[in-house]
């Protein structure tokens, strides 16, 4: 099998002397969805945020297009062409949301109008809210503003962590209907979630971590019909 | 009853004074809220990053002067006021370079900060005293009334008149001027909405690839611009003496807070806040009311609520009942 667009390979890590993550390994294919799930505790997030650089690796790589990266700082990782969405204040609530979007573009020094009509018509609802402080938006619309915001430096790949965490099961939908056009025009995803059912149908491949390894890793599809995993993990 | 005479006394001692004071409290606090929501801390040296500012727009002046260049009816000083900056902005970047850089790195709590501010205000305080001493320095020339209260009675025909001196207009004006600038460049320069975007979440910022480190030079930068500012249109409106900027400091902290520290627009209200009630409540009222009142009822006291002694009693009350009711301030900064 060829080598994934990024693969985060046997990551140990963690915050203090204990590993929380021990070898578990994640890999999004180039315009795939991949999706981690798992029990609370499980490592989700923070298997994210090893691949984005947020964590320092005690063992283990991460690789983007065959390159190592790492090394790099999580700026460093933006310039290379991802985009990292975090689960909570990832908005500057006191700007406009064209201003928020802007920031987003921030190393970009090339004319950024035609992304930024990219994401209003990705997000139309943002298009007619673009001069109002993010901060005054609900909570389905700050999350897109937060898309929105990463997109805007192009990237190829885009991580989120828990993008529908406290958004109504009907924003749930829509949210994840757009995350799949992202997807279809070439941008891999990574996105941690907490309603895993949801996040496995949309899913190309799924990742099970239980206490910081991997414990089942196969396509949507076929976790969602794996009786063990939907025991265990899904609720029957 | 005579209501005239009784505006042109209320504006003579109270409108406009309040409101030169209230321009130079707000310019003051727009630097002090500026340093705390980018750098994050509350910066004690303000007041004598203002009194260095001042000392060396005094020596360009005393430059310019014996050079023989002067600005006409306007003080020489505003001539001065760019080199002061520039030599302003050189000190605190360098404050910045060697010591406070250092407790950004470590990420030092914020009170560890105010109390390395501290640290820096003493040096600077003394600094400012070692070059220029400690006399009152009267460094205003040019025109001194834009319109003195005897040609006013006399173009009004009014008993009372009404003095405007030409610091008093230069003052109101340069802030305004400065006050446009500050908030064209925060919203509408790519610089000054990083520095927003890192003021507001800098997590974000940082991903965003915004660079810290130059936010923070820019962020001197203007702190520097504004401090010298203020304190130039203080010492000519007042006088310049090395210790009265160190005790603007409590007016200046009161108006960012009332304001909402954080926010600019907070500190500007603040400012004009803090110094009308500064002056009404120490102005002896006794003239206005005698022309308000019927005969008779003219009150024989002042009518003085606090003598000036007590001025900085006001901004402590006020500073006191906004943190009691409302700690975020006016507009909603960041509580303290």
Redesign the interface.
């Known amino acids: 099998m060829a080598e994934p667009f990024l693969i985060g390979e046997a990551m140990t890590g963690g915050y203090g002397a204990a590993d929380i993550l021990q070898g578990c390994t994640i890999a999004v294919e180039k315009g795939q969805i991949a999706v981690i799930v798992g029990p609370n505790g499980a490592g989700k997030s923070t298997a994210m945020k090893a691949v984005f650089g947020m964590l320092k690796l005690r063992k283990g790589q991460v690789r983007l297009n065959g390159a190592d990266i790492t090394a790099l700082s999580?700026?460093a990782r933006?310039?290379k062409g991802m985009a990292?969405v975090?689960q909570t204040?990832?908005?500057?609530?006191?700007?406009t949301v064209e201003?928020n979007l802007?920031?987003?573009a921030?190393?970009r020094r090339d004319d950024i109008r035609a992304t930024l009509e990219q994401v209003y018509d990705l997000f139309p609802i943002l298009r007619d809210k673009r001069r109002q402080a993010a901060g005054e938006l609900s909570g389905g619309q700050r999350q897109q503003v937060a898309v929105g915001?990463a997109l805007m430096?192009q990237p190829r790949v885009l991580m989120l962590d828990e993008p529908t965490a406290g958004v109504s099961p009907i924003v749930m939908d829509e949210l994840f209907d757009r995350i799949i056009d992202i997807a279809r025009t070439g941008i891999s995803i990574l996105m941690v979630e907490q309603n895993a059912r949801q996040a496995l149908a949309i899913a190309d491949m799924g990742y099970v971590l239980v206490q910081g390894t991997n414990r089942f890793t196969d396509t949507g599809a076929a976790l969602m019909a794996d009786p063990e995993v939907r025991r265990s993990f899904l609720g029957g | 009853m005579d209501v005239l005479n009784a505006l042109v006394v209320f504006a003579n001692f109270v409108f406009v004074p309040g409101l030169a004071y209230g321009a130079q409290l707000a310019l003051g606090a727009l630097g002090v809220t500026l340093v705390y929501g980018i750098l994050r801390f509350s910066n004690f040296a303000h007041g004598d990053t203002m009194a260095f500012g001042t000392m060396a727009a005094i020596l360009v002046t005393w430059g310019l002067q014996s050079m023989g260049i002067s600005f006409g009816p306007l003080p020489t000083a505003l001539i001065a006021l760019p080199f002061a900056i520039a030599a302003t902005a050189a000190l605190v970047l360098a404050t910045d370079r060697g010591i406070y850089r250092f407790y950004r790195k470590v990420r030092a709590a914020p009170v560890i900060l105010v109390i390395v501010s501290m640290g820096v205000m003493f040096v600077m305080n003394a600094l400012t005293r070692f070059i220029i001493g400690v006399d009152e320095i009267n460094f205003a020339d040019g025109g001194r009334f834009i319109i003195a209260a005897r040609e006013f009675k006399e173009l009004t025909g009014l008993a009372e008149g009404l003095a405007i001196r030409t610091t008093q207009l230069i003052t109101v004006v340069t802030a305004a001027v400065a006050v446009a600038l500050l908030f064209w460049f925060l919203g509408n320069t790519r610089t000054g909405k990083s520095m927003r975007a890192y003021s507001d979440n800098e997590d974000l910022a940082l991903l965003s690839g915004i660079n810290p480190e130059r936010v923070v030079a820019v962020t001197w930068i203007i702190v520097a611009a504004l401090a010298t500012t203020a304190g130039v249109l203080y010492g000519l409106d007042k006088s310049f003496k090395a210790f009265t900027y160190f005790q603007l400091l409590l007016p200046i902290f009161a108006a960012a807070i009332v304001g909402g520290l954080g926010s600019p627009l907070g500190a500007i209200a603040g400012g004009f806040l803090i110094a009308f009630s500064e002056v009404t409540v120490t102005y002896a009222w006794k003239r206005v009311l005698g022309y308000l009142l019927p005969e008779g009822l003219e009150p024989e006291g002042l009518v003085q609520l606090m003598s000036t002694d007590y001025k900085f009693a006001v901004s402590f009350a006020i500073l006191v009942i906004v943190l009691l009711f409302r700690p975020t301030g006016l507009f909603r900064g960041k509580s303290v």
């Open positions: 999580p700026q933006v310039a990292f975090p204040q990832n908005i500057f609530t006191s700007m201003e802007e920031m987003g921030f190393l915001r430096t």
